[in-house]
Nanobody, 120 residues
Framework: HVQLVESGGGSVQAGGSLRLSCTPS????????MAWYRQAPGKERELVSG???????TYADSVKGRFAISREKDRNTVYLQMLSLKSEDTALYYC???????????????WGQGTQVTVS
């Protein structure tokens, strides 16, 4: 049973930076698309950034130019570097492993437990 372990959240002042990390609890030879989501109080969970197995990235418009997602080559450890943080970035940030249906790397979606980011 694989879990995603997140770290790096915290409290910072506006304009500050944080780096989130997400590591699976078990190593596997399979690689998966990974993503970071966030959920602010009273709001729906939203996609912040994603990175596929080839390293191609996507970003929400609200974080483009400020956040950068990266991953370790051939692994499912991902990072989210967050710069120029704003109060509206305050949320619980979740890491997600996108499941696959192919027989050799079959895996359902996995969510991390979340790490709090607070910007004041």
């Amino acid at each position: 049973h694989v879990q995603l372990v997140e770290s790096g959240g915290g409290s910072v002042q506006a304009g500050g930076s944080l780096r989130l990390s997400c590591t699976p609890s078990k190593v596997t030879s399979c690689t998966y698309d990974m993503a970071w989501y966030r959920q602010a109080p009273g709001k729906e969970r939203e996609l912040v950034s994603g990175i596929d197995t080839e390293g191609r990235t996507t970003y929400a418009d609200s974080v483009k130019g400020r956040f950068a997602i990266s991953r370790e080559k051939d692994r499912n450890t991902v990072y989210l570097q967050m710069l120029s943080l704003k109060s509206e970035d305050t949320a619980l940030y979740y890491c997600k492993l996108q499941g696959r249906a192919d027989i050799y790397c079959q895996q359902s979606d996995i969510w991390g437990q979340g790490t709090q980011v607070t910007v004041s």
